[in-house]
């Protein structure tokens, strides 16, 4: 009895090891096998009770106009959303298109569509990807607000699957 | 039912005070506590405000670590953040572990609960690192996940409390962004299993009501919003409806509860009878304005069939077991105002009606708290007495900022008032008479 919990327990020791081990390896997955893109970025500077310090970043492709959806079934809260991106003339990556249905070929971001005023809004929905908050200590926070007060660049990692992380951010020069 | 109980081990601690003043022998305290299913002998050397007190250090330690985490050093590489926090969750675990085994169990189980705040502190280092600003519904669930194991494998009642927690926190999270989180069932059975076979644990017995009720609030949200899938999730008016139909459920529960030879059922039926009775003297007090009976005049009631479906199940549920503990009638008189309610402000649009029911509210809410005045004293339950007291009045403070009507129209109603308030003094005062006959 005594060896079957304790087995039980080192079992589940062993799972929370393998969790944060899944979470890492998910979170830097872009990192390793992602195409990095550069987009325009407006920062907000909030502070997360827990996590410290951040910059909130807005993007051109956070709002999605509900006519670029139009074509597709009815939309819910909560739902995945493919948004492409096509490259500029400056370099600098922008929305293309979007879609529920995954893109087979392109740069492309996997969000979601969320807010209770989602519905509100007559023309857009609001799309979120993961790469809204970058967190920095509160001297760089405060730096990087100045610094971008005009806006900035952000780079992004963009795995195959559409999976994004934020890598870094920087003024727009 | 008598709240006593929820006082057995002061009572039983009292007793010993009795025993060392010579007032009583230890045989007759031991009797006492009987009386209440206590051991006398444990309950003196309870150590709950230890097991507290401990627990509550070890939250601050997380907080202190999570707020450590807060000030974000770039300066000490990624690597070496995450590998010592990793390391230190799996060190505390394993010093847990053989605690758990070769020491105390409860010292183990309490190093369990701060390796799973430091596990919970890994994930909100990866979140930062990894800037994952707007998923942290994930980052919850997974801590929640991580410690529903040591709940479940130990059936320590503060673990579970812990994953619980987490759980509702996820699942908070989860419908604030639209989200249904269907796997919160799963975190609901665990809670179950461990009240069930666990130690006792009212928090956690209050916990799994909370969760079970919101978990079939929302489900019913969720099957609503799938008929009109433009709507967010969100309460509806028939939500309202469902949750006094629960509540009444709850309440004939815990009578039912009482009936059950085991005394830790008594405890929690003594617990959520007291818990039933509080929300129902807040829900008359804020039906008690005109305000919320309009707004369920206007709303839309575009799910009539489906609430009433629920209700109906609900209500035969409560009749069922209203059977065996002889609230047949009381439970079904309380089921028939709450239906007529129902009918009256899901059919009719007609706003008149809510000064009306705004009335029979405030003439509930006096009969409420003559009805606890009357079993707080023939029953010597002092937390009822001042309960109806309070009820009477706030009642009359509320009506006398609030007035129902014009000037006139208040003073009628606070007449009779005192005239229900006298009726029923004088009533108390034949019967007692009565009482004192030879």
Redo the contacts between chains.
Sequence with gaps: MKKGLTYALGVAIAAQFLILVGMYVKAQMPLWTGESIRVKAIPVDPRSLFRGNYARLNYDFSRVAKSALAGDRQVREGEVVYVSLKKDPSGLYEFSAASLEKPTEGVFLKGRIVGGNAWRAKHFYRVKYSIEAYFVPKVKALQLERELRDGGIAELMVAPSGQVTLKNVVGDD | MRLIRLLKHDLAREAGDWVDDGVISEAQAELICARYEVDYHRARQRSMGYNVLVGLAYLFIALAL??L??????EIPRALR?GGL?AL??AT??VA?RI??TGDPRRGEGLFLL?NFF?GA???L??????????MPD?VF?WA??CL??AL??RSPWLAIQAQVLALLWFFLQVS???YPALFPLFIAASLYVLLRGRASTVLMLLLLVSIGFWIEYTLSEFWRSQQ??????FYPENLAVAVALFILLYVFSHWLALRGASVAKDYAAVISVWCLRFALVSLLVFSFAFPWEALIEAQWEHRLSMWLVVAAMAAVTLVLALPTRRLLSSGLLLMFFVGALITVSTSDNQDLAVYLQVATNFALISCGIWLIYRGIHDGISHYFFLGVMSILITALLRYIDLIGDYLGAALIFILFAGLLLGAAKYWKHHQGREEMP
């Excluded at chain 2, 985490?69 to 770039?74: K, L």
């Design positions: 999570i707020t985490i807060g000030a974000n050093w770039e995450m990793i969750t799996l675990q394993c572990l758990y085994f390796g596990f890994s994930i909100i990866i979140a930062q690192i990894y800037h994952l600003g707007e998923y980052g997974w996940l991580g194991p040591f494998i130990t962004m639209g989200y899938p433009w709507v967010g999730l969100k």
